[in-house]
């Protein structure tokens, strides 16, 4: 039996391995959740109250930013009494491209009266001695974020995005209502998933909180003018609007396959290389591992546009640029500028996504990066309880198309 590595623990089922991660699948048809979308336009928990539009400028041109995704994200296992949206946004202009801060993302949150408080630390940045006990097993992904089980062996088909209610006590968190939703059964993707007969539960693999006891920031910033979101009318063309559908990762032991032409394939341009064959085959030494590895696990579920496993591990297109430098572990992501707690990584969209938002775009003058990470403060901060919803903006990390890299 070939064995796959990969960034998240995982179960060998037969031929098979089924990992923690969630995998996010573009859908013209809809589906049980009515929030979450790939494209389109933005749309707001609360209508009336928007977000300051400053949070959707370009850093570089400051100009107004397309939706690339938004994501229901409740955690009720991690976060009971707060619900969570979260919004990636991407500027369309060429000069841009490739820039810091030409994409960005949001968080909004909203505390219910009553919710408990989720700080790790103190203000001055140790750890608070009301939370000391053993740390309690920790949940599957499944079961924390979806209130489900991996494998399906349930008769039930309802989609992991239902807003349905059901006996399980675990809310769904893409849902967008606070009833307790199913997910004990993923939609079948054939051929990217196994025999359900021949599949088993999947480990426990949610990271234990780390306890880091170091200088929070010297003053939190300070809140900017409310910038009033502009009308329709004023915002760039939006990308087409998909529905998100979502299956468990599974890879396939018995064979390797190759990957996708939605993947980026690199090439290096030996003009370009300036240094001959000797620069491209010092590049190519550390580059290909890891790119061969990303664009080898794309293959196995090819039409995948997210991966979503909060304070998992992201699945890394280069090892060698600012990004990928802060992995494995991800501890030297910016910690939160507003509570100074640190950040976990939560989710990546991939190349799949660009097919799908470019499908009607003529040419190739568009989106260059390889993946979209999405750090979240650890805390969910920014909500005081019963008061409406907070926003905050969270950290990006881009990897963007290496040199000569094509789609």
């Known amino acids: 039996m070939t064995s796959i590595n990969g960034d998240s623990s995982d179960e060998e089922t037969g031929s098979f391995t089924a990992t923690n991660v969630l995998l996010g699948y573009a859908s013209k048809e809809p589906t049980d959740d009515s929030f979450s979308q790939l494209g389109g336009q933005p749309t707001w928990p609360n209508a009336a109250d928007p977000p300051s539009a400053q949070l959707a400028k ?28 979260l919004y990636i946004f991407a500027c369309r202009s060429k000069t841009c491209k490739k820039k810091a801060g030409s994409i960005r993302a949001m968080r909004s949150v909203k505390v219910s009266l009553g919710a408990p408080s989720h700080q790790e630390e103190t203000s001055n940045g140790i750890p608070q001695p009301t939370d000391l006990s053993p740390p309690k097993p920790a949940p599957m992904l499944g079961d924390s974020i979806f209130g489900s089980k991996f494998p399906p062996t349930s ?84 990308y087409p609007s998909y529905h998100l559908d979502a299956d468990y990762e599974t890879l396939d032991n018995s064979s390797s396959p190759q990957p996708s032409s939605s993947s980026h394939n690199v090439s290096i341009d030996e003009d370009s290389a300036g240094g001959g064959s000797a620069d491209k085959d010092s590049y190519e030494s550390t580059h290909d591992g890891t790119f061969q590895r990303f664009a080898t696990r794309l293959a196995h ?25 802060l992995f494995p572990g991800g501890a030297r992501i ?23 938002l470019e499908v009607e775009e003529v040419g190739l003058e568009g989106m260059e990066w390889g993946t979209v990470m999405l750090g979240v403060c650890a805390g969910d901060c920014g909500g005081q309880a019963g008061q409406g919803w907070a926003w905050r903006e969270e950290w990006v990390g881009v990897q963007w198309e290496e040199v000569g890299g094509r789609r």
């Open 301 to 325: 579920n090819p039409l995948q546009v997210l991966r979503y496993e909060f304070d998992g591990a992201p699945l890394l297109y280069s090892k060698t640029d600012a990004v990928g430098k």
């Open 155 to 238: 008769s039930s088909n309802s989609n992991p995005f239902s807003t349905s209610g059901t006996s399980n006590p675990n809310p769904n968190p893409f849902s967008t209502t606070s009833t307790p939703s199913p997910f004990p059964n993923l939609s079948s993707k054939p051929p990217q998933r196994p025999d359900p007969s021949s599949s088993s539960d999947l480990p426990t693999t949610f990271a234990q909180k780390a306890r880091i006891a170091s200088p929070p920031p010297s003053s939190p910033p300070l809140p900017s003018p409310r910038e009033p979101w502009p009308s329709p009318s004023q915002l760039p063309p939006p």
């Open 334 to 356: 910016p910690r939160c500028e507003h509570c100074g707690q640190k950040r976990v990584f939560e989710l990546q969209l991939v190349p799949q996504a660009i097919t799908e």
């Open 58 to 85: 370009c850093k570089v041109c400051n100009r107004m930013m397309t939706l690339l995704l938004q994501l229901n994200g409740d955690l009720p296992e991690r976060y009971p009494g707060h619900e969570r949206k």
